[in-house]
């Protein structure tokens, strides 16, 4: 507790008349005041008022990088300084304060147990970095616990750093790295928690360990391995039924064994729902059966750099996955084949199996017996071999720099030449890729209650880069479906109503640029300006027509005319009556007749005469 002295009198009522200029209450002013005398130079890091000739705290630093006050009203939210005394920090140096949130100190010095308080209950957040590690060298037992709930510690270690987890037993989120990623000393985390249990939303730490988490449930759990990692400590990874997704990443080029004490949890204790292992693997002393996990959760798998070793006499090192597996990431590793219809379902959503040295055969059609069309397929650089079909091109789909030969479907032969369609299909055998395109059909439609407009057909492309609309700036596109589908918004910085057609450009045609008109087809009925008829051949002249001839319907005086071609400007079709005859009748022009353009569910009629403008 701090005690009245006359000159605090004499501060209080000088603060009292000038809060319109300092914003602190006089006990926070002077409990900020006393902690920087104690981490820096005051009067070199804050300005004084000229009419107070008191610290202007909450109007910012002379020296922002050394030290920062955040002020909420008359109270102090944030501090941040980086400490250049030889003074200890107590908790009765924060204590004071009556709201504060935050509190960051870089070089810091700190009294014994500081770490266990006592602080405001307002405090939060406490950073503390380039200090020493014997700020953990603080009392253990009951009532011994952290009371911040998130600590970010960055450190040198002065000695072997042991970390119990009955102190933690009040802090929700753990950051804590050194220096170096080669200390001299060991980290080790101690699980003394017997007969209680505790929950951590994230834990970020380097160590030579991998600790027990038994009686502990963890979000998230990061784990930066430093060289030296005692590898039988990984039997822990048994006790991690409670760890909801854990990472391990080296500090080096080291090679760690697969944590196969996991497939040991019990499935009814397994809430596990992935890890990722971002080193080299070892290889196992056999095949991996992760069938353990829950058929509940959605399960998340990354080995994003999982090395020669990792196989089992050259073959995929897993001989069971878990059911629900939802992402599998397992590239740059070695082994032979994939066994698409044994490991993989409909849960599969995301599949990387890139640089693999992979042989086998590529399924020439998607296999939809055992996946679903939003999967995310990337089998890129390996040795597959076989043909694809049109199946694939509604699929998010990576098969470049394998041996795929054989024809490649219209999608590919469309926007081959579009750089992102070239490196997901390059690298491959495909003997067509020189055709023409012939196969891109066009609809459009408006949504008028989300305001966008449904690009919609047959080999649109693989990205919205795939092709160009008028005015760019005014349009934000997105893929919705692979080559079928694309919606389009106008831009945020846009003014004005959305238009409702445009001109849609493919510039990477294999025969070159292409340019379409195209309209929403139910904002816009179809408008005829002329009909011509030749060798029962009905050519109808106007605007709002498709290019997707299944859309149009044409009735001529009640009977069906069959579109052969069309395109926004023109339809051509035939009347059975005509066709069936020989090739020499024409159809009877003497009067006029009624025709009936339908495209999807718009439809006009007109009264014509042939050969005559309408």
Sequence with gaps: ???????????????????????????????????????????????????????????????????????????????????????????????????????????????????????????????????????????????????????????????????????????????????????????????????????????????????????????????????????????????????????????????????????????????????????????????????????????????????????????????????KLNILEFQNGNFAQFNFDQFLNKNSKIIKLGDNNMGGVFPTSFPTNFLSKDVSLYVNDNQLTGQIDESWCEIDLDISNNLISGQAPSCVVCHYLQPFTNSIFGGNQFTNLNENCTTIELNLSYDNETKSLLLYGKDLGFSANSFTLDNPRNWATSLVTTNKEFQIKKNLFATGPIAKGFNITFPYLPQGPRTFEITAYNQFSPEINSVTENSGVFTIIGKYFAYNCNVINVLISDEICFVSSCNFNQIQCSLNSLTQTNSDSSYDSSNSSTIIVSVMDVSSTFVFSLNQNL
């Design 1 to 323: 507790m701090y005690s009245f002295k006359p000159y605090y009198v004499v501060l209080w009522v000088i603060l009292l008349f000038v809060r319109d200029v300092i914003s602190l209450s006089p006990l926070e002013y002077q409990c900020t005041l006393n902690f920087f005398n104690r981490t820096l130079n005051v009067s070199q890091n804050f300005k004084i008022d000229p009419n107070t000739l008191l610290y202007d705290f909450c109007d910012g630093s002379l020296k922002p990088t050394d030290a920062l006050v955040i002020c909420d009203g008359q109270s102090v939210n944030l501090i941040r300084t980086t400490q250049t005394t030889n003074k200890l920090i107590t908790p009765s140096d924060i204590q004071c304060f009556s709201s504060i949130n935050t509190l960051n100190i870089d070089t810091f010095k700190v009294s014994k147990n500081f770490l266990l308080g006592p602080f405001s209950q307002s405090l939060s957040t406490v950073s503390l970095h380039n200090g020493n590690s014997s700020i953990f060298d603080i009392d253990i037992g009951i009532g011994k616990s952290i009371p911040i709930p998130n600590l970010n510690i960055k450190l040198y270690l002065s000695g072997p750093l042991n970390i119990y987890f009955s102190s933690l037993l009040m802090v929700n989120n753990l950051y804590l790295i050194t220096q170096t990623l080669q200390p001299k000393y060991k980290i080790n985390y101690i699980n003394d928690l017997v007969g209680i249990s505790k929950s951590f939303e994230n834990i970020f730490t380097y160590t030579h360990f991998i600790p027990s988490m038994n009686n502990i449930l963890v979000n998230l759990l990061q784990l930066t391995l430093l060289p030296g990692t005692n590898l039988s400590s990984f039997s822990s990874f048994s006790t991690y039924g409670n760890v909801t997704s854990f990472s391990l990443s080296p500090s080096n080029s080291a090679v760690y064994p697969f944590p196969i004490a996991l497939a040991s949890i019990p499935t009814c204790k397994n809430k596990n729902t992935g890890f990722s292992l971002n080193y080299q693997i070892d290889t196992p002393v056999g095949f991996i059966d992760l069938s353990n996990y829950n058929e509940t959760v959605d399960v998340t798998i990354s080995l994003p750099n999982a090395g020669n070793l990792f196989n089992v006499n050259g073959q995929f090192p897993f001989s069971a996955l878990p059911k």
